[in-house]
């Protein structure tokens, strides 16, 4: 599975991005995905994750509320909805996938991982 992400950009605090991520292959739809994110001198956190049916989420309390993770089985493709973006925000955001049977915020746990996409908020 090749995950490809896009969507990042320069944008100012308060203002909202949509990131996609597209898998190549035809097994995305037995796979929960994710996003996480790293920003500069940071390690990488999780931000959130869905399952396989696009029913069940999980959030990082930090982006709880601002943030919606969706997925579109039918084009391979997982979305992170950004809204009242804030600077503490500003990081490459990564997609994964993984082939556990839960959602989960270790790294660890997943097993595919895209290039990652900017992300710039500024104050």
């Known amino acids: 599975v090749q995950l490809q992400a896009s969507g990042g950009g320069l944008v100012q605090a308060g203002s909202s991005l949509r990131l996609s991520c597209a898998a190549s292959g035809r097994t995305f739809s037995v796979l929960n995905m994710a996003w996480h994110r790293q920003g500069q001198g940071k390690e990488r956190e999780f931000v959130a994750a869905?399952?396989?049916?696009?029913?069940?989420?999980y959030y990082a309390d930090s982006v709880k509320g601002r943030f919606t993770i969706s997925r579109d089985n039918a084009k391979s493709t997982v979305y992170l909805e950004m809204n009242n973006l804030k600077p503490e925000d500003t990081a490459v955001y990564h997609c994964a996938a993984g082939r556990l049977a839960y959602l989960t915020r270790t790294d660890s746990s997943y097993d595919y991982w895209g290039q990652g996409t900017l992300v710039t908020v500024s104050s």
């Open positions: 869905i399952g396989r049916s696009g029913i069940s989420t």
